[in-house]
């Protein structure tokens, strides 16, 4: 059984035979409604901006360290442009503007992690926080009217191949960020400050700088975000925080893809689409509206055992392989033959 499940892939793909199985079955459930064009183009474009949330979440997860105010960000980041638009500055302007600030509140998050010591959780949660009593200064608490600016809207509703443009500016992140962390000493750095800080430290990685460059790199995708949100959907008071739970739960679902273990960019992004494939699915089905954090919720949990009992499945198997290797040591040390293979239950038992 072992055998079949790695030739077929099941512990890298299942996420991929999950997305292909909800399409067929929901295709065969509602034929007219699901399976259509409108339907994908929809469901692509509607998830672009939390798949690029998904991917600020992580950026600072891979080096051990949350963002839990990028929600916050991005919803600051769309009222910002939206009221410099409306107040009479450059669609330029207000794009630069908002993304700047999602920057600049990365780098205040890694001022607090970096510099005052102060947990990464708990400085994040709170900047979330202080954040919204700022956008309650900025906005009055009132939701500003959407820019009617035809240039506007075309930055992410402009159609390419069919799909709204926004999905191919997600796809163009995506790529660019996989080969960051793939193929550049940064990523490498990042992998390694995430497995364990302080070997990485005697290592010589600058581990506080690279902490600090991860929530500075969150901020400033919130910030995108942010602004391709506001162009697409229009301002919006509320949507950041709701979107934090569904990045966090790609995040670490798609941890179980790809290359399990190991917080990647394809594993989030497919996340993000099977569980949105899967409420779409279900609200053409019941037509509710908790279905979305019903999904989100269950998928973090459910992410967040699989990941922990993979790392200590992982941790057993070099426990053992350790006891292996020692034994192996001590036998050859005394003159004894060493142990065959599964002798000291470190190898499974064959036939």
């Known amino acids: 059984m072992i055998g079949i499940n790695r030739n077929l892939g099941f512990d890298r793909y299942s996420g991929l035979y999950l997305w292909a199985s909800l399409i067929i079955v929901f295709s065969i459930w509602?034929?007219?409604?699901?399976?259509?064009?409108?339907?994908?183009?929809?469901?692509?474009?509607?998830?672009?901006?939390?798949?690029?949330?998904?991917?600020?979440?992580m950026i600072p997860l891979i080096g051990g360290v949350f963002d839990l105010a990028i929600g916050a960000t991005a919803n600051l980041a769309t009222l910002s442009a939206v009221l410099l638009i409306t107040n009479g500055h450059s669609i330029a302007v207000a794009v630069i503007v908002a993304i700047l600030i999602g920057a600049l509140i990365g780098a205040i998050n890694g001022f607090i992690v970096?510099?005052?010591?102060?947990?990464?959780?708990?400085?994040?949660?709170?900047?979330?926080?202080?954040?919204?009593?700022?956008?309650?200064?900025?906005?009055?608490?009132?939701?500003?009217?959407?820019?009617?600016?035809?240039?506007w809207t075309a930055l992410t509703q402009t159609k390419v191949l069919g799909f709204q443009i926004i999905v191919l500016y997600m796809l163009i992140i995506a790529a660019v960020l996989w080969w960051g962390l793939r193929h550049t000493p940064a990523g490498r750095y990042l992998y390694a400050i995430g497995s364990s800080p302080e070997a990485a430290r005697l290592s010589g990685v600058r581990v506080d700088f690279y902490t600090w460059m991860s929530l500075i790199a969150s901020g400033t995708l919130a910030g995108i975000a942010g602004v391709l949100y506001a162009s697409l959907s229009g301002p919006s008071l509320s949507y950041g925080p709701a979107l934090l739970l569904p990045a966090f739960a790609a995040v670490f679902l798609g941890s179980t893809q790809f290359s399990p273990g190991r917080y990647n960019v394809w594993g989030s992004i497919l996340a993000i689409y099977v569980l949105a494939t899967g409420v779409k699915g279900l609200q053409l089905v019941t037509d509710v509206v908790w279905l979305d954090l019903m999904f989100s919720g269950g998928a973090l949990?459910?992410?967040?055992?699989?990941?922990?009992?993979?790392?200590?499945?992982?941790?057993?198997?070099k426990r053992r392989e350790l006891v292996r290797q020692e034994d192996h040591h001590d036998r050859s040390s005394m003159g004894e033959p060493s142990a065959p293979a599964g002798e000291d239950g470190s190898a499974a038992l064959s036939t």
Request: net charge positive.
């Open 30 to 57: 509602q034929p007219r409604l699901f399976p259509t064009s409108a339907t994908v183009h929809s469901v692509a474009a509607n998830r672009a901006v939390a798949a690029m949330l998904a991917l600020g979440v």
């Open 114 to 151: 970096v510099r005052l010591r102060v947990g990464s959780f708990i400085a994040t949660l709170g900047m979330a926080s202080v954040l919204a009593a700022v956008q309650i200064i900025v906005t009055g608490n009132s939701q500003p009217r959407s820019p009617s600016n035809s240039t």
């Open 301 to 317: 949990i459910a992410a967040v055992a699989v990941a922990g009992g993979r790392q200590r499945a992982g941790a057993e198997a």
